[in-house]
């Protein structure tokens, strides 16, 4: 599959002029090199001579068109890692080194490398990552003890004074970048508008704007084995894409593609409700397919901006059809 616009072409050289930018002219490179599994800035692993291990990640040249909620997603992450560090510093992220603005440079941060392997190149290799994910949950509950001013994003991007209002502004951008991008959608967008509108009432029962990762898939989960060899939470990386809402929209990404209301025995959800108690409720119910309905329906409309197609990526394209399908289903029954 071809490169994302989104990601700029790096080289050694360039990765020493951000080091450079970062650090002071005294710091020096013993190795580096892209790391993947994002889509969206250009991410590289640094070794420095005098042995730390950090990370660079570069965000899109200006030029770049952006999905609403992408705009200054670097700044973003930058203010949510000094938030968990200041809020909630028993959640494991990245110690944030710096955070650079520059005309020709761009926007970028700098981080400390935190150790481990993802949780799904663990669970890829057969590990038991029960006790990681129960990790992985009561990290979550611990997150959202943090309560923000409002809800939704930050800066300019879409937000309320309430969850509802906060939520309905996000589909509304969604449905707008999808017209940009020229996404075909499975029923129009009016349609979904009024769908939204029509259950919007049970977002009401969402009182407090608790910190949402919103990322939470098993490539952003990081762990190293115990000395029991049971994978021990180190790290839940990339926190660009933060927001300001219900605590139950942050189990859809760590359950992707499937229902958290239907495993209530999976280890991350009786972990998270152990910590951070919650009835599955019909309300509850209907909030986690209104949360499933916007992270496919970003999944699908991010699509064209990272260069996805049906014919480099059928597999994706059919099954964010089929799931967002269901989704709207569910909503329309």
Same mark, same amino acid.
């Given at each position: ?11 050694? @050289?360039?990765v ?6 970062s650090?002071?002219?005294?710091? #020096? ?5 892209p790391?993947s599994?994002?889509?969206?800035? /250009? ?8 042995g ?23 700044g ?9 560090? @200041? ?10 080194l +710096? +955070?650079? =603005?520059?005309?020709?440079l761009?926007?970028?941060?700098? !981080? ?11 669970s ?13 949950g ?5 997150? +959202?003890?943090?309560t ?7 800066g ?8 509802r @209002? ?12 999808a ?9 129009? $967008? ?8 029509? +259950? $919007? ?16 898939w ?11 060899g =049971?994978?021990?939470?180190?790290g ?9 809402? @219900?605590?139950? !929209?942050d189990l859809?990404?760590? &359950?992707?593609?499937?229902?958290? #209301? ?8 009786r $972990?998270?409700?152990? $910590? ?16 499933? &309905? ?7 409309? #991010? ?15 059919a099954?964010? /059809? ?6 709207l ?5």
């Open positions: 599959m071809s490169v994302s616009p989104t990601q700029r072409v790096l080289d050694p @050289d360039q020493r002029r951000y080091l450079t930018a650090l002071g002219p005294g710091v #020096e490179v013993a190795d580096c090199g790391l599994g994002g889509g969206f800035a /250009a991410v590289w692993q640094v070794r420095l001579t005098d730390r291990d950090v990370v660079l990640k570069v965000g899109p040249p200006p030029h770049v068109p952006l999905l609403r909620y992408e705009r200054d997603m670097v973003a992450e930058a203010h949510y890692l000094r938030l968990v560090a @200041d809020r909630a510093p028993g959640v494991p992220t990245p110690v944030l +710096h +955070h650079g =603005t520059d005309p020709e761009g926007d970028w941060l700098l !981080m400390a490398r935190l150790p481990g392997r993802t949780l799904w190149d663990l890829q290799a057969g590990a038991d990552v029960g006790p990681l994910r129960e990790e992985f009561r990290a979550l509950a611990a997150l +959202h003890a943090v923000g001013e409002r809800y939704g994003y930050d300019d991007r879409a937000h309320g004074a309430t969850w @209002d906060a939520y309905t502004a996000m589909v509304d951008d969604m449905l707008a970048d017209a940009d991008w020229a996404v075909p959608l499975p029923v129009p $967008a009016s349609r979904i508008r009024e769908l939204v509108a029509r +259950h $919007a009432a049970v977002l009401d029962a969402v009182r407090r704007p608790a910190l949402l990762h919103f990322d939470g098993a490539g952003n989960v990081l762990a190293v084995d115990g000395p029991d =049971t994978p021990r939470l180190t839940l990386v990339d926190g660009e894409r933060y927001l300001w809402g @219900d605590p139950l !929209m859809v990404s760590p &359950l992707l593609f499937r229902r958290a #209301e239907d495993e209530p025995d999976d280890p991350l959800v $972990a998270y409700r152990a $910590a951070a108690p919650f009835p599955l409720d019909a309300g509850a119910r209907r909030r986690l397919g209104l949360y499933r &309905l916007y992270l496919y329906l970003l999944m699908t409309v #991010e699509m064209p901006s990272r260069n996805i197609t049906a014919d480099n990526d059928p597999g994706r394209v099954l964010l /059809a089929k799931l967002l399908d269901a989704e289903a569910d909503l329309e029954g």
